[in-house]
């Protein structure tokens, strides 16, 4: 019996669950997370309170961090040395508190993020405001516990004369629970704890009239009032910091942009190391040099700018793109009757208050009781003196101390306290001026005991002393605010100007999906047959075009590219391009069928979209501009296997030609077509008999009469004139465009709209190209099969038809 005692059979969920819950309760509340109360995490509130045993306060020398770490250790938080002093050095950093708690001599870090010294070289103090925190704590203010070897006692939160959760604030992440409560400034806060105290139905409105937002050590502009009010109202909500710039002029018509305040928190070298990348990298044009200028008379980063840049431009982007803006999201946790609690400005104040005053009332009790003693004493002190040579004749008839204090308490009823203060007294106290004093020390006593039993018994009156109290740390401590609050929220508008340098380029790209741009002079300087490509690899398109134009490049598989022209690899006219799956990471079975070049999105032009199994869709350009461009993006949602054919640029008037594969071809107007939003699968094109699917889809002009050209798998090649169909409406069958034989029929593998300097290149399952001019071929009617180019039997079935890639300038061709 006694062996199976030793072990209990329990379901493994339940263990883990109950020592992981443990384990839990114990990071929330005696690691991560700061008290309401005092706004301390507990290697905090140990740190101060060892100082303060210690007597290292801002009234005597410094002491070394080592000392100070050791005894936190030693004494109260039994963890690494260098969590203690990484906890000690926060609360000195000037540029993370907004009120240091602990003054440091030494290295002690600094915004660059450097490491501060190590602890055997620096030394540290109290400050005079955390002597505040720590003030009459020997006045049994707050409940002590016994530290964690029991030898001594540790405070579990400070009397905190000042509201240090909202001052300072913190940041914590716990198990589920995480905190960010910005600093703000003590006056204002101090101001409001009052305005509470007099108010306490005080709404948010009117606490934010003192409260406007967060202060914090770094300055900064605050945008975004709505978020502080949501936040003040329910503990979290979102703002945005930016850092203080100026935008100066300097000779010969340049400028320079100056930054003199960062977000908090934000890593100075870190910022400036970005801002030089971007320059180096040309994300951004205009940027001729950044210094780090800062110094001992206060921080200074330097941005000069080349001459006619873009200033505003720029200084957009670096607020858009690097840590010169940040967002900072409020989430007011903290420990509120030993629970996490998501806390509203309200709540901290009233935790705050609560705490006041409990901390005033024993604090009142204290020096009440004590006063009550003295009073005890001066009273049994006066009587002596009074009869003073019978006190004297019986001390000296006494044989020592104890029978000394007997007898007088015998004799003159004197109580022990009384008793022990008269022998104890010293001969010089004899005297009248003594006398006299202790007369005037017995009216003040009195006096102050009615005072402290007035406050006791009167609620307004303890408040007030609260009021006082903090109205003297706020005359002592309040500094002027550092951060500028805004209302609003600024929209940045970043001209695609001002990040890339305006240049025409050459962009190729093959159909196998190799994609470059190329200066006009390496381009100029080759032939066009110099392009380095796979041997079976040709050209999909070929175009001169702006770094600032974006290309939308879409696949068969319903996806669409968004490539910025500036982004694209520069490679060199004889060099093998990139592939497009080095860029954005497409499937290995994706293939590009259009490339679209766009230079601006607002026009009312429309993106169309074919497929293969007979649905058409219609949707905006404007739809398709995105600020995130990593991965493919949705232009049309395909079902069932089916694929893209074909996708058109269009301006909402246009007709559209579909030809199917067993020869019926339909016409009819973009009318017909509602727009619909990018992600959905649009409507049928044509009606489709089993077997057959849409071969390809063009567009064309009202005025324009276009040639109509296909080509079969037998090798026969075909050109029409539209006039030879009668324009219908979507979703029919169409009319035939070849004649039905009932052996071995025609099918059509490509159909295209074809000008005078349309080439078509064939190619057959054997590998075989042919170019073909269509316009060399006669006219013919919808009945006829066409005449044939190429020999099957030798050269195999044609699979594939494509308009040979002609260089062209693009946006000027669409110009005209």
């Not at 005696?30 to 309401?36: S, V």
């Not at 793109?321 to 409020?330: A, K, R």
Request: hydrophobic share 35%; proline share 4%; net charge negative.
């Amino acid at each position: 019996m006694a062996e199976q005692a030793k072990y209990l059979d329990l379901p493994l969920e339940e263990v883990i669950g109950d020592r992981f819950g443990r384990y839990s309760k114990y990071i929330i509340q005696d690691r991560a997370l700061p008290d309401a109360r005092d706004g301390l995490k507990p290697v905090q509130r140990r740190i101060l309170y060892a100082m303060h045993q210690e007597r290292n306060t801002h009234d005597k020398p410094f002491r070394k961090s080592a000392k100070t770490v050791g005894t936190v250790i030693g004494n109260y938080h039994p963890h690494g040395d260098s969590s203690v002093y990484e906890a000690l050095v926060r609360l000195s950093q000037t540029w993370k508190v907004r009120q240091e708690l602990v003054e440091m001599h030494g290295n002690n870090g600094s915004i660059d993020g450097d490491p501060p010294a190590a602890m055997r070289y620096t030394e540290a103090r109290l400050s005079g405001i955390a002597s505040e925190l720590l003030r009459d704590i020997e006045k049994d203010t707050v409940d002590f516990i016994p530290n964690f070897d029991d030898t001594d006692y540790e405070p579990i939160v400070l009397p905190a004369k000042f509201p240090n959760l909202l001052v300072n604030g913190s940041t914590g992440i716990s198990s589920g629970y995480a905190t960010e409560i910005p600093p703000h400034n003590l006056g204002e806060v101090i101001d409001t704890v009052i305005k509470k105290i007099q108010k306490p139905d005080a709404t948010v409105d009117e606490l934010m009239k003192t409260l406007p937002g967060p202060d914090f050590p770094t300055g900064g502009i605050i945008q975004g009032k709505d978020g502080i009010k949501k936040a003040y109202e329910t503990g979290k909500g979102k703002i945005v910091v930016r850092g203080l710039t100026e935008i100066t002029p300097l000779k010969g018509g340049k400028e320079q942009i100056v930054i003199t305040e960062l977000p908090f928190e934000v890593n100075k070298a870190n910022l400036v190391k970005k801002f030089d990348e971007l320059r180096i990298d040309r994300k951004i044009e205009g940027i001729s040099e950044v210094r780090d200028e800062t110094d001992r008379t206060g921080l200074r980063i330097v941005i000069e700018l080349k001459k006619d840049a873009d200033s505003t431009g720029i200084l957009n982007y670096l607020y858009k793109n690097t840590d010169l803006q940040i967002s900072f999201n409020f989430n007011m946790v903290a420990i509120a009757n030993k629970t996490p609690k998501v806390m509203n400005l309200t709540e901290l104040l009233d935790s705050y208050i609560v705490h006041q005053r409990e901390v005033v009332k024993r604090q009142t009790e204290f020096d009440l009781n004590k006063a009550r003693d003295r009073a005890h004493i001066v009273e049994g002190l006066i009587y002596a003196i009074s009869i003073l040579d019978e006190v004297i004749a019986t001390i000296r008839a006494s044989k020592d101390k104890k029978d000394a204090k007997e007898q007088l308490k015998q004799k003159y009823q004197f109580t022990e306290k009384q008793a022990e203060a008269i022998v104890m007294l010293q001969l010089y106290r004899l005297t009248n001026t003594d006398i006299t004093e202790l007369q005037e020390e017995a009216d003040e006593l009195k006096k102050r005991i009615e005072e402290l039993a007035a406050i006791l018994n009167d609620e307004k009156r303890l408040m007030q002393v609260i009021v006082k109290d903090l109205k003297k740390v706020k005359k002592n401590y309040q500094s002027n605010r550092l951060t500028k609050i805004e209302s609003e929220i600024e929209e940045l508008k970043v001209n695609v100007e001002v990040m890339v340098p305006s240049e025409d380029v050459i962009v190729s790209i093959t159909k196998d999906g190799y994609i470059k741009r190329t200066s006009i002079r390496s381009f100029n300087a080759s032939n066009v047959d110099d392009l380095q490509k796979k041997d079976e690899d040709r050209l999909l398109q070929l175009m001169e075009i702006n770094t600032t134009d974006t290309l939308l490049l879409f696949t068969d598989k319903g996806h669409y590219l968004y490539v910025p022209v500036h982004e694209l690899p520069d490679i060199k006219w004889k060099d093998m391009g990139q592939h497009i799956a080095n860029i954005i990471p497409i499937e290995r079975d994706e293939h590009i069928i259009k490339v679209m070049p766009i230079r601006d999105f607002k026009q009312e032009q429309y993106i169309l979209s074919i497929t293969k199994k007979g649905m058409i869709k219609k949707s905006e350009l404007s739809l398709h501009q995105v600020q995130r461009y990593s991965k493919p993006i949705t232009a049309i949602k395909l079902k069932n296997d089916d694929e893209v054919v074909n996708v058109h640029l269009t301006n909402g008037h246009q007709d559209i030609f579909l030809a199917s594969n067993t020869g019926n071809g339909l016409w009819f107007h973009e009318s017909d077509l509602n727009a619909v939003g990018v992600k959905t699968a649009g409507v049928k094109s044509m009606n489709l008999k089993e077997g057959e699917y849409v071969v390809n889809g063009e567009v064309f002009d009202d005025l324009q009469n276009p040639s109509l050209f296909v080509a079969t798998q037998r090798g026969a090649c075909k050109r029409m004139n539209i006039s030879e169909f009668d324009q219908s409406t979507r979703a029919k069958r169409g009319l035939v465009m070849l004649r039905e034989l009932k052996r071995n029929p025609h099918r059509i593998v490509g159909f295209h709209i074809v000008h005078d300097d349309t080439t078509i290149i064939l190619e057959t399952e054997k590998g075989t190209i042919k170019q073909v001019l269509p316009l060399e071929y006669r006219e013919g009617d919808r009945y006829s099969n066409g005449s044939f180019v190429i020999d099957t039997d030798d050269e195999g079935t044609v699979v594939s038809t494509q308009v040979e890639a002609k260089y062209f300038k693009y946006f000027e061709q669409n110009d005209d």
